[in-house]
């Protein structure tokens, strides 16, 4: 078995600046596969495989929202809860403009450009998350007060 390397992402740099412990785990990545086949992969629950979104209101601010997995994001309860009008993902070329990540390798952490974070809060509830790190085909798993402590996201109720 071949010894993988930790990819030298942005991400990987901020957890590594920010002393957070986590583990690799890479996997095959499959085009539209979503947290599914990440969680299928890994053997893990989908519910601890937390999807990275970046969505935008209607200025066109952008803003990075963290959602298990095996939930969909209620942009109508997010906007309310924010203040704002509405609230409706990034087409994938502005996404990617945003973050500097692709889409499908959108990792939270050392993105492009600063946003606000909204978590949805049963996320901190978890002991452990996996989470993208930067690259498709790479999660990390790490502790959910870690992704606290680095991010210090807003909390929101936005699941459904």
Do not use: W
Not at 27 to 32: L, S, V
Not at 100 to 107: H, P
Not at 122 to 147: E, F, T
């Amino acid at each position: 078995m071949t010894k993988h390397k930790t990819p030298a992402t942005a991400a990987i740099r901020q957890l590594r600046q920010h002393q957070v412990d986590f583990s690799d785990h890479p996997y095959r990545y499959t085009a539209g596969g979503g947290t599914r086949v990440s969680a299928l992969e890994l053997g893990v629950d989908e519910h601890q495989v937390i999807k990275t979104l970046i969505m935008e209101d209607e200025n066109g601010n952008p803003l990075i929202v963290l959602m298990h997995g095996d939930r969909e994001v209620s942009t109508k309860a997010l906007a309310r809860h924010i203040g704002v009008k509405s609230i409706t993902p990034c087409k994938p070329a502005v996404a990617d403009r945003h973050s500097g990540y692709q889409v499908g390798g959108t990792s939270p952490f050392g993105t492009r450009k600063r946003m606000p974070v909204y978590c949805e809060e049963s996320i901190l509830a978890l002991q452990r998350i996996y989470i993208n790190g930067g690259r498709r085909g790479y999660l990390i798993c790490l502790a959910a007060d870690d992704l606290q402590r680095v991010l210090n996201p807003t909390l929101v109720s936005a699941a459904q």
